[in-house]
């Protein structure tokens, strides 16, 4: 025997009704909870957009600093100089090249074949030195056969081992020298100073020349080398390229070794030429950099006397102020640096 299908419940609009109905208020609590949320919420902006909360202090770091700026270096010049023949002749060799340097102990030009010994001497030569000759020539003459290592030690006597020294010398250049050993004065260019550079080529190779006739115009002594900007030496030095030099107290360069290797640079030798500027950039800067300590601006405090204060650790600290750098104040504490500095100091330094 089948049993009976279970009939489905008979509807009835009023249970329905409120069914609905309470679904309804379900969600409208549901909806009043959201916007009440959201209303708490409303001036607050999600955590991503959130700025990050400032911080009272910043951490002190250090650095190595030179004070390194740019400046320029004003120049002053002395008379014009020549490379001078030695004898008349036709010029058979000339290695003559414009800002090239001129070396003692070399030869660069040969007249009549010849070759001829540039030689750099506090003076130049006015005689033949002839064996036993005495003088302030004989003693410029042997200084720079020291020099180039051709005597053990300078005279003022033309004696047998200067005379040596000199047949060395020549021999090793080709320059023919008389069996005594004397220093002919035609054999000789004399150069004002050794890399002394050159200017201008004056003549060319199969001119005639005489006596005296301009080879080369060299490169000017320097007689001056101040610094443009007003600064002084104040433990700085100024570098040239690859050169340093040390400043006098008033920010100039002085001395004639300093002023000699300064004319040899390139960029110098430019600003001499005829028509140059006069005026060459160097990197003005510490001869030994210091270790500073390196702090935001707005931590620092300036007073009207020029002292400076910055609250270290949370206690007011003096500073001497040494220089600045894309938003960087570099100082130097008196003591130990604290770890951090405040960023609102002025309550405290005042």
Known sequence: MRNKESAPPAYHPRRAGRVIIGAIVGVSILAAGFLAGMAANWNRPPSILAPPPASPVVAVSQRQYDDAQL????LQTGPDRALQSPRDGRLTSFG????????????????????????????????DIHPGAKGADVTDVSRELVRLGYLGSPTDTADTSFRDAWTKLAKHLGVPVATDGTVALDSVIWLPEDGVGVLSCEIAVGDQVVVGKHLAQLVPTITEAQLASNLTADSHVLVIGQDEFTLSSDGAITGQADLSRLARLADVQQAIEPGGTM??????????????????????????????????DGVPRPVQIVGSQLGQTFVVFD???????????GSVCG
């Open 71 to 74: 400046v320029g270096l004003q």
């Open 96 to 127: 003559c090249v414009v800002g090239a340097l001129l070396h003692s102990g070399e030869s660069d030009a040969s007249i009549n074949g010849i070759p001829t010994v540039n030689l750099a001497t506090s003076h130049p030569l006015w005689r």
């Open 279 to 312: 005026q060459v950039v160097g990197t003005y800067k510490l001869a030994q950099p210091m270790l500073v300590d390196v702090v935001p601006p707005g931590s620092v405090v300036v007073h009207a006397d020029g002292t400076a204060c910055v609250v270290g």
């Open 335 to 345: 003591g130990p640096a604290p770890q951090q500095v405040s960023l609102d100091p």
